[in-house]
């Protein structure tokens, strides 16, 4: 049973930072396309960062590209969203997904699992 679990959210003031982590079980991060997404109330799920199964390649929304930085640890199993510079549009919940393919698509429909979210709060 494959379960992929988000921590690190908050509240932080606009400029500061915050690390998400997506602890992952039943399957392995380097196999697939590890991907993160957010939800701020009202709005559609949208693509934030996603890193390739194979060569760990990094890809961005265009609104955190310079700010975010993903990654991940495969001793650990888990994959990491670095968040610096943060602003108040960013706040949301917060979503790790897998792609199983490891296309490292920004489609919410290519993903084949979900955690359950975490809540990040950006105050100005």
């Known amino acids: 049973q494959v379960q992929l679990v988000e921590s690190g959210g908050g509240l932080v003031q606009a400029g500061g930072s915050l690390r998400l982590s997506c602890a992952a079980s039943g399957l392995t991060v380097s196999s697939a396309a590890m991907g993160w997404f957010r939800q701020a109330p009202g709005k559609e799920r949208e693509f934030v960062a996603v890193i390739t199964w194979n060569d760990g390649r990094a890809y961005y929304a265009d609104s955190v590209k310079g700010r975010f930085t993903i990654s991940r640890d495969n001793a650990k199993n888990t994959a990491y969203l670095q968040m610096n510079r943060l602003k108040p549009e960013d706040t949301a919940i917060y979503f790790c997904?897998?792609?199983?393919w490891g296309r490292g698509s920004r489609n919410v429909d290519d993903y084949d699992y979900w955690g359950p979210g975490t809540q990040v709060a950006v105050s100005s």
């Open positions: 997904a897998a792609d199983l």
